[in-house]
T-cell receptor, first 113, second 113 residues
Framework: NAGVTQTPKFRVLKTGQSMTLLCAQD?????MYWYRQDPGMGLRLIHY???????AKGEVPDGYNVSRLKKQNFLLGLESAAPSQTSVYFC????????????FGDGTRLSIL | EDQVTQSPEALRLQEGESSSLNCSYT??????LFWYRQDPGKGPEFLFT???AGEEKEKERLKATLTKKESFLHITAPKPEDSATYLC??????????????FGQGTILTVHP
């Protein structure tokens, strides 16, 4: 049982380049989330989805887009990367209802030069 | 605005030296408080959920408690393998919370042999 899988694990981009981070979960969870983690800032919610075909903004959504075309996948896109987006990105999922704990992937470490 | 503050930022213990980590929160209504452990290069790993004041949960050397304003993670006779960052997160009550979590900055625990 893989749980939550994130790809890629590491990536270096140049300012202005675009890329997509993939999150896949095999637990049939309804809710999925994208966070970024920066030193001293804790985990901050970027976007989330409460079901296939639905997305919503979190605390820090600017500069990011997301899509949830399939229930098991949640994509995070950076259209024009900026150095301020250098961070570690985590995906999480949880069953519908929201009282269950979120299950996290192992993160994507992204550097923007 | 919902706020979660963890203290201390870092804690260094000798093996066998018991201590506590603090998580103070200010929310409009608490639906649940979650504790996670995070190892370097990994995603957060779920430890406990606490739902109401007075509740306690235990797992091996860890014990989590909850009051109306804060939660404590007590570590009894820690071992070097307990070294990690411990994260606290709150889930706010309300019909549109969708399981969203607000995280504290974390406490970095180092246990020396």
């Amino acid at each position: 049982n893989a749980g939550v899988t994130q790809t890629p694990k590491f990536r270096v981009l140049k300012t202005g380049q675009s890329m997509t981070l993939l999150c896949a979960q095999d637990m049939n969870h309804e809710y999925m989330y994208w966070y970024r983690q920066d030193p001293g800032m804790g985990l901050r919610l970027i976007h989330y989805s409460v079901g296939e075909g639905t997305t919503a903004k979190g605390e820090v959504p600017d500069g990011y887009n997301v899509s949830r075309l399939k229930k098991q996948n949640f994509l995070l896109g950076l259209e024009s990367a900026a150095p301020s987006q250098t961070s570690v990105y985590f995906c999480a999922s949880t069953p519908a209802g929201g009282r269950q704990p979120q299950h996290f992937g192992d993160g994507t470490r992204l550097s923007i030069l | 605005e919902d706020q979660v503050t963890q203290s201390p930022e870092a804690l260094r213990l000798q093996e066998g030296e018991s201590s506590s980590l603090n998580c103070s929160y200010t929310v409009s209504g608490l639906r649940g408080l979650f504790w996670y452990r995070q190892d370097p290069g990994k995603g957060p790993e779920f430890l406990f959920t606490l739902y109401s004041a007075g509740e306690e949960k235990e797992k091996e050397r860890l014990k989590a408690t909850l009051t109306k304003k804060e939660s404590f993670l007590h570590i009894t006779a820690p071992k070097p393998e307990d070294s990690a960052t411990y994260l606290c997160a709150v889930q706010v009550a309300g019909g549109t919370s969708y399981g969203k979590l607000t995280f504290g900055q974390g406490t970095i625990l180092t246990v020396h042999p």
